[in-house]
């Protein structure tokens, strides 16, 4: 009986030498699949993250494309208008210089009127008298300008011109001899909308025009402030240079690359130009490279200082004068 019992207890410890391994390796394989598990969960929301965003950036990209291609499209198009109005620019110089050809008639001023004009300063002007046609008038850079181009009168469109030109005023010497009460009888023949326009400065800016007095007509009509009627038609014209204040390409030799190397440099005004030495310049020049080395600034600082005081015919004659900005010879 003893050795029965013995023998009993050894296969109870036996089967529990087994069994504690066991059940150690399952919580272990429990704990590592726990981990695993979570881990797995954490990849498979980052990958359906990833594919969410790839949706999205798929989507934008697509947007894009659409977008591009409706830019596209304008861009045609503008490109059309522009090819039009280019087609219509190169039309109109042609017909400024077959106009430029064809002299105005010439036309016998009426005496002046017994009526004085109401506005002392204008009749002061418009009486003044015109001993001799200036040559500048119909010479030179301005020769462009015609007597009968009314419409650099401030206040005169191109209805007003024609209105004007059907009651024989197809002139600034003509337009200088009428008094106010001569337009305004005029004007009053045309209904409401053209009684209310005051010609009273047109007698005195015409009598300006007809003398070739074209710095004191731009300042006459500039004197409350407004733009100048002149100046802008002669800018089409092309008989003066239109400049955005502190705009380095107004120096000849200068072009919208170097205009950006000076302005990386801090040179951003005429003034700052000005004083800025020829050998700075070149230095800039040099340090953006082998393709600047045939520019030449020896003249830009005497240039921008000249647009800097707003000598501006004195900066064309002296750009009429060098060649490609350089001094010649």
């Known amino acids: 009986m003893i050795h029965l019992s013995i023998f009993t207890d050894f296969c109870n410890w036996w089967w529990l030498a087994w069994l504690l391994p066991f059940l150690l390796g399952l919580l272990l394989g429990w704990l590592i699949w726990g981990r695993w598990q979570r881990k797995y ?127 024989g005023i197809s002139s600034w010497a003509v337009l200088a001899g009428k008094s106010h009460s001569d337009l305004k009888g005029i004007l009053d023949k045309y209904g409401d909308k053209y009684r209310i326009i005051d010609p009273a400065e047109w007698p005195a800016q015409a009598a300006l025009a007809n003398k070739a007095d074209w710095d004191g007509l731009i300042a006459y009509q500039k004197q409350d402030g407004s733009d100048s009627k002149a100046e802008k038609v002669m800018v089409k014209l092309g008989i003066l240079k239109a400049w955005k204040e502190n705009d380095l390409k107004a120096v000849e030799g200068i072009g919208p690359k170097i205009e950006g190397l000076l302005n990386n440099a801090g040179i951003t005004t005429w003034r700052g130009l000005a004083g800025t030495s020829v050998s700075r310049l070149k230095e800039i020049l040099a340090a953006a490279g082998d393709r600047y080395q045939l520019a030449d600034p020896t003249t830009w600082p005497k240039q921008a200082e000249l647009a800097a005081d707003g000598k501006f015919d004195e900066l064309e004659e002296y750009q009429d004068f060098l060649q490609g900005g350089k001094n010649p010879g």
């Open 41 to 167: 969960n954490e990849l498979m929301d980052e990958h359906n993250s990833l594919k969410a965003k790839l949706r999205k950036t798929e989507e934008d990209l697509e947007a894009c494309l659409s977008k591009r291609a409706s830019l596209e499209s304008e861009i045609g198009m503008l490109n059309n208008r522009i090819r039009e109005k280019d087609a219509q620019i190169l039309q109109l110089n042609a017909d400024l210089e077959s106009a430029a050809k064809v002299e105005a008639p010439a036309v016998t001023p009426p005496p002046p009127p017994p009526a004085p004009d109401p506005t002392p300063a204008v009749a002061a002007i418009a009486a003044t008298p015109d001993p001799a046609p200036a040559p500048t008038a119909k010479s030179g850079k301005f020769a462009k300008l015609k007597e009968d181009n009314l419409q650099i009168i401030e206040g005169i469109g191109p209805k007003m011109e024609s209105v004007l030109h059907e009651n």
